[in-house]
């Protein structure tokens, strides 16, 4: 079984005594519906599921309950017996309900005896994030596919190594070489295999068989195009076009996304809500331009402006040549390495909970990413594919830059760490494994947090 940070979050959610819907929002595939079920298992005496993709009928039924009542008469025929308090209910799949799981919800919630989550894979793209629940109602979690921590989890590194690697990143100094080696290896089959559950565990069962997780990852990314077609029906040419052309626009050397390569007449208006059926459906990142970087990064933000990254690397590298995996794992770059490194980062930033921006200007040149720490700061990252990683002049622009509040940068490359200076500012040169180890920047820090005892003998 797979341990997920998420689980920590659903007892933390248990334990509030503010008592709140919980929405568990994510792309297909990423673990939502197991661990809500691993979570009841564990946490209740009384489970009840309704899936209302599974079961459409039984759906209706509950939709048409014009009280508190009436709904827990409906759904209690439904499971065949009385529901007793405490009881965790779980409605996945929700979107097929619209927005009447917003009236059922209050029902539940108001009612008072039982705990309510509500979870569905294209749930963003119906209540249009979550802004359908009356302020107070509802607390939002997302699902990203495993982190780099995660995976570890499941290569059975043990909690010792993963620490030596957070307190490295705290301290700012170089692993020992031998266990660097070791982490860049793991790291490379990480990029390989995403962080899909099905295909993290396809991996393990294998024998560690690279095979099975890039098919698992070629059948999601058609599940996906599935989905458009079948949710998105007015516009599912649109979408399914710039679904498809993400690998392509990763992959050139000025990542923003470039509108008339869709169609030459595109704008950003004319497409502007197709972007957004992709976001919100978790099957895409955005990064978008800021013009200062300056917290609040929000403030100087173009919307029309972005680069676009897949929501797992596993799934954008099954869809490029099998060579492209092959040089992955061998550290050995082609013309897609830029765009897989970025895309391993923005999926780490975005999973840590940073929204993503990066930073262009015609003088200073392009940053890759910026971020703003618990306390405001803002935070420049840049990544390197290759063994010039301590070149990088965007970003001594941006340091040299009056006027700027930049205290330090870092660079994610696959080397150890290292500390450079410019303009009297750090430079931090961190390993692209330590891209997890951001997240302590946005005071949400897991220290301490251990999920399992995992025996030294049992890492291969």
Same mark, same amino acid.
């Given at each position: 079984?797979?341990?997920?940070?998420?689980?920590?979050?659903?007892?933390?959610?248990?334990?509030?005594?503010?008592?709140?819907?919980?929405?568990?929002?994510?792309?297909?595939?990423?673990?939502?519906?197991?661990?809500?079920?691993?979570?009841?298992?564990?946490?209740?005496?009384?489970?009840?599921?309704?899936?209302?993709?599974?079961?459409?009928?039984?759906?209706?039924?509950?939709?048409?309950?014009?009280?508190?009542?009436?709904?827990?008469?409906?759904?209690?025929?439904?499971?065949? *017996?009385?529901?007793?308090?405490?009881?965790?209910?779980?409605?996945?799949?929700?979107? *097929?309900?619209?927005?009447?799981?917003?009236? @059922?919800?209050?029902?539940?919630?108001?009612?008072?005896?039982?705990?309510?989550? @509500?979870?569905?894979?294209?749930?963003?793209?119906? +209540?249009?994030?979550?802004?359908?629940?009356?302020? !107070? %109602?509802?607390?939002?979690?997302?699902?990203?596919?495993?982190?780099?921590?995660?995976?570890?989890?499941?290569?059975?590194?043990?909690?010792?190594?993963?620490?030596?690697?957070?307190?490295? %990143?705290? #301290?700012?100094? =170089?692993?020992?070489?031998?266990? *660097?080696?070791? +982490?860049?290896?793991? *790291?490379?089959?990480?990029?390989?295999?995403?962080?899909?559950?099905?295909?993290?565990?396809?991996?393990?069962?294998?024998?560690?068989?690279?095979?099975?997780?890039? /098919?698992?990852?070629?059948?999601?990314? #058609?599940?996906?195009? %599935?989905?458009?077609?079948?949710?998105?029906?007015?516009?599912?040419?649109?979408?399914?076009?710039?679904?498809?052309?993400? =690998?392509?626009?990763?992959?050139?050397?000025?990542?923003?996304?470039?509108?008339?390569?869709?169609?030459?007449?595109?704008?950003?208006?004319?497409?502007? &809500?197709?972007?957004?059926?992709?976001?919100?459906?978790?099957?895409? $990142? =955005?990064?978008? @331009?800021?013009?200062?970087?300056?917290?609040?990064?929000?403030?100087?933000?173009?919307?029309?402006?972005?680069?676009?990254?897949?929501?797992?690397?596993? $799934?954008?590298?099954?869809? %490029?040549?099998?060579?492209?995996?092959?040089?992955?794992?061998?550290?050995?770059?082609?013309?897609?390495?830029?765009?897989?490194?970025?895309?391993?980062?923005? /999926? /780490?930033?975005?999973?840590?909970?940073?929204?993503?921006?990066?930073?262009?200007?015609?003088?200073?040149?392009?940053?890759?990413?910026?971020? #703003?720490?618990?306390?405001?700061?803002?935070?420049?990252?840049?990544?390197?594919?290759?063994?010039?990683?301590?070149?990088?002049?965007?970003?001594?622009?941006?340091? &040299?830059?009056? !006027?700027? &509040?930049?205290?330090?940068?870092?660079? @994610?490359?696959?080397?150890?760490?290292?500390?450079?200076?410019?303009? !009297?500012?750090?430079?931090?040169?961190?390993?692209?494994?330590?891209?997890?180890?951001?997240?302590?920047?946005?005071?949400?820090?897991?220290?301490?947090?251990?999920?399992?005892?995992?025996?030294?003998?049992?890492?291969?």
């Amino acid at each position: 079984m797979l341990k997920r940070k998420m689980y920590r979050k659903l007892e933390e959610w248990k334990a509030s005594s503010q008592r709140k819907v919980l929405l568990l929002l994510g792309a297909r595939q990423t673990g939502k519906t197991f661990i809500v079920r691993e979570f009841a298992r564990n946490s209740y005496d009384a489970f009840i599921e309704v899936n209302f993709l599974d079961d459409e009928e039984n759906g209706r039924f509950l939709a048409g309950a014009t009280s508190a009542e009436e709904l827990i008469s409906r759904l209690s025929l439904i499971v065949g *017996h009385a529901i007793q308090p405490g009881t965790l209910v779980f409605f996945d799949e929700v979107q *097929h309900l619209g927005h009447d799981i917003v009236t @059922l919800s209050k029902f539940l919630l108001d009612d008072g005896r039982f705990d309510l989550v @509500l979870s569905g894979s294209l749930l963003g793209t119906v +209540l249009d994030g979550a802004t359908s629940f009356p302020v !107070g %109602y509802a607390r939002i979690l997302r699902m990203f596919p495993l982190d780099f921590e995660e995976f570890c989890w499941a290569m059975r590194v043990p909690d010792a190594i993963i620490e030596e690697v957070r307190v490295a %990143y705290r #301290e700012k100094r =170089p692993l020992d070489e031998p266990l *660097h080696d070791r +982490l860049v290896r793991i *790291h490379r089959q990480y990029m390989v295999v995403g962080g899909m559950p099905e295909a993290v565990q396809g991996f393990l069962d294998n024998g560690r068989d690279l095979g099975e997780p890039r /098919q698992v990852g070629t059948d999601i990314v #058609e599940q996906y195009r %599935y989905d458009i077609i079948k949710y998105a029906p007015g516009r599912k040419m649109q979408i399914c076009t710039i679904f498809d052309s993400v =690998p392509g626009q990763l992959a050139k050397v000025n990542k923003r996304f470039v509108f008339n390569l869709i169609k030459k007449s595109a704008t950003f208006d004319s497409l502007e &809500d197709d972007f957004s059926w992709l976001v919100k459906s978790g099957v895409t $990142l =955005p990064a978008y @331009l800021v013009t200062e970087p300056k917290a609040p990064l929000l403030r100087t933000k173009v919307q029309e402006k972005f680069k676009l990254y897949a929501s797992d690397c596993g $799934l954008l590298l099954s869809q %490029y040549s099998l060579a492209s995996s092959r040089s992955v794992l061998e550290g050995v770059g082609d013309a897609n390495f830029g765009a897989v490194y970025e895309n391993i980062v923005a /999926q /780490q930033l975005a999973s840590a909970g940073f929204p993503l921006f990066y930073y262009n200007n015609n003088r200073k040149g392009e940053v890759d990413f910026l971020i #703003e720490s618990a306390e405001g700061k803002v935070l420049p990252i840049e990544v390197k594919s290759g063994k010039d990683y301590k070149r990088h002049m965007a970003l001594n622009n941006l340091l &040299d830059a009056k !006027g700027f &509040d930049v205290s330090c940068a870092y660079v @994610l490359s696959e080397f150890n760490v290292s500390v450079g200076e410019r303009a !009297g500012r750090p430079v931090y040169y961190l390993p692209l494994y330590m891209a997890f180890c951001l997240e302590e920047e946005r005071g949400n820090n897991l220290e301490g947090f251990v999920l399992e005892e995992i025996s030294f003998d049992d890492w291969g």
